[in-house]
């Protein structure tokens, strides 16, 4: 079967919404020079022909396992320790976990199951007492270049990585020193840099993290559903708030559209030829091929008064993903347009402000739209008079059952059996019993 790596890291988000921020961080590389997957804690990377062996729940089991090694800081922990029992103990409690999370253990993967009843620190403690029990003498030279991987990964790429991690911050701290210290953590190019301190998941350790992740998956679904039952709706709006409100804690998850091909289908990539200075060569013109930039989106926010706040950051969330796939604009409207902003990263609507409240008018919406943009997109819960005017290439996204039939446009609906369809991998998990 054919990877799709898209594919794959949203169904990572879907069941594990706590490493969320990790997995959107990460970069997804081919090298088919290792032999199945490996990270350096910026990046992982993946054996293509590998891959493709794998079924769907091995895949996920493949990069959940290296998320876990850069989420736990599994790298930088692994110093002063023995490489080889180190790699054990983190393999085998990842693995535990992930197993109980309902993913196959892949093929030559390190499986002991006790491992699930330990964080990977007392893992190796044990695995170092065991060690000490069978009266193992010292290392020797020859014991130092003994092979440091065990297990279906590759963990050769730390030792440069800890590396790399060292000079970054030697250069930080020298920065520091002339004055010039950067206080977030990323370079100049916008690459992300490595903080001293541990991450809050390797001070809350493996266990405690996976119990909290299926608590959040399980909240994560039940509010959204709640949402898009109604059970918390405001009802409709009179009252325009005129003080732009800033919503704390959006956060991210998976799409619960896919908006690459979603947005292709609007749009043509087809390659242009054009005659611009172009020159005749040989009695002919060499034509220059030119390639369609990436898609423009300009989307529109319903802010009005039934809209609730969660379901405002629910639109938030599927604006965020579709960031990876095309140049956006955002706007907000109720009985007003409150104009366009631009959105480069996820950051930009994080620190957005929204004007709340009143009802809603779907033809203010549609007049905002730019002509010359292919993709238009209409975030509502669809409770208002539909617009007179026939608007093509719009596409509404409704969430909740309300059922409406604009003049022109693809409607989407987000319900809640919609919603227990995406999740319904979760519901024949074994991890699902957080009483364990």
């Keep these: 079967m054919s990877a799709n790596i898209d594919t794959i890291r949203r169904r990572l988000l879907i069941k594990y919404p706590t490493f969320g921020s990790v997995i959107a961080n990460l970069?997804?590389?081919?090298?088919?020079?290792?032999?199945?997957?490996?990270?350096?804690?910026?990046?992982?990377?993946?054996?293509?022909?590998?891959?493709?062996?794998?079924?769907d729940k091995e895949q996920i089991f493949l990069f959940a396992h290296e998320v876990c090694h850069v989420a736990f800081d599994h790298i930088l922990r692994s110093e002063g320790k023995d490489p080889m029992l180190w790699n054990?103990?983190?393999?085998?409690?990842?693995?535990?976990?992930?197993?109980?999370?309902?993913?196959?253990?892949?093929?030559?993967?390190?499986?002991?199951?006790?491992?699930?009843?330990?964080d990977?620190?007392?893992m190796?403690?044990?695995?170092?007492?065991?060690?000490?029990?069978?009266?193992?003498k010292k290392k020797s030279q020859d014991d130092k270049n003994k092979p440091k991987d065990v297990g279906h990964d590759t963990h050769s790429l730390w030792d440069k990585a800890i590396e790399e991690i060292k000079k970054e911050q030697r250069a930080q701290a020298g920065k520091s020193s002339q004055g010039h210290y950067q206080?977030?953590?990323?370079?100049?190019?916008?690459?992300?840099?490595?903080?001293?301190?541990?991450?809050?998941?390797?001070?809350?350790?493996?266990?405690?993290?996976?119990?909290?992740?299926?608590?959040?998956?399980?909240?994560?679904?039940?509010?959204l559903?709640?949402?898009?039952?109604?059970?918390?709706?405001?009802?409709?709006?009179?009252?325009?708030?005129?003080?732009?409100?800033?919503?704390?804690?959006?956060?991210?998850?998976?799409?619960?559209?896919?908006?690459?091909?979603?947005?292709?289908q609007a749009t043509k990539y087809d390659e242009e030829w054009t005659r611009k200075n172009n020159r005749m060569k040989n009695g002919y013109f060499k034509h220059k091929v030119e390639q369609i930039p990436m898609s423009e989106v300009e989307i529109l926010l319903d802010t009005s008064g039934s809209v609730s706040e969660k379901l405002l950051k629910n639109f938030l969330i599927e604006c965020k993903n579709i960031l990876y796939n095309s140049k956006v604009k955002v706007g907000c409207f109720n009985t007003e347009f409150h104009g366009f902003t631009?959105?480069?990263?996820?950051?930009?609507?994080?620190?957005?402000?929204?004007?709340?409240?009143?009802?809603?008018?779907?033809?203010?919406?549609?007049?905002?739209?730019?002509r010359r943009v292919a993709n238009k997109i209409i975030f509502t819960d669809g409770q208002a008079p539909m617009p007179e005017k026939n608007v093509k290439r719009v596409i509404w996204v409704v969430f909740g059952n309300e059922q409406i039939n604009p003049k022109g446009g693809k409607v989407i609906n987000i319900t809640g059996e919609q919603l227990r369809k995406l999740y319904g991998d979760m519901k024949t998990d074994k991890s699902d019993d957080i009483s364990r």
């Design 342 to 370: 631009e959105v480069k990263k996820q950051e930009d609507i994080d620190n957005m402000s929204f004007p709340i409240g009143g009802g809603t008018d779907f033809n203010v919406a549609v007049e905002a739209f730019s």
């Design 120 to 122: 990977a620190e007392e």
């Design 88 to 118: 054990i103990a983190t393999d085998s409690v990842i693995n535990a976990l992930l197993q109980q999370d309902g993913l196959p253990l892949i093929k030559d993967g390190v499986d002991i199951p006790e491992a699930v009843n330990y």
């Design 124 to 136: 190796y403690n044990k695995l170092l007492e065991e060690q000490k029990k069978n009266q193992e």
């Design 183 to 223: 206080t977030d953590n990323k370079d100049n190019n916008g690459k992300k840099q490595y903080k001293n301190e541990k991450s809050e998941f390797s001070k809350q350790g493996e266990k405690k993290t996976f119990k909290q992740n299926k608590i959040e998956r399980k909240k994560r679904l039940e509010d």
């Design 225 to 264: 559903s709640k949402e898009l039952a109604n059970e918390s709706s405001h009802g409709p709006g009179k009252e325009i708030q005129r003080e732009k409100k800033k919503l704390s804690d959006i956060g991210i998850s998976a799409p619960l559209i896919d908006w690459r091909k979603l947005l292709r």
């Design 27 to 55: 970069e997804f590389h081919e090298n088919n020079d290792i032999p199945t997957s490996a990270t350096n804690g910026k990046e992982i990377l993946y054996n293509s022909n590998f891959l493709d062996v794998l079924s």
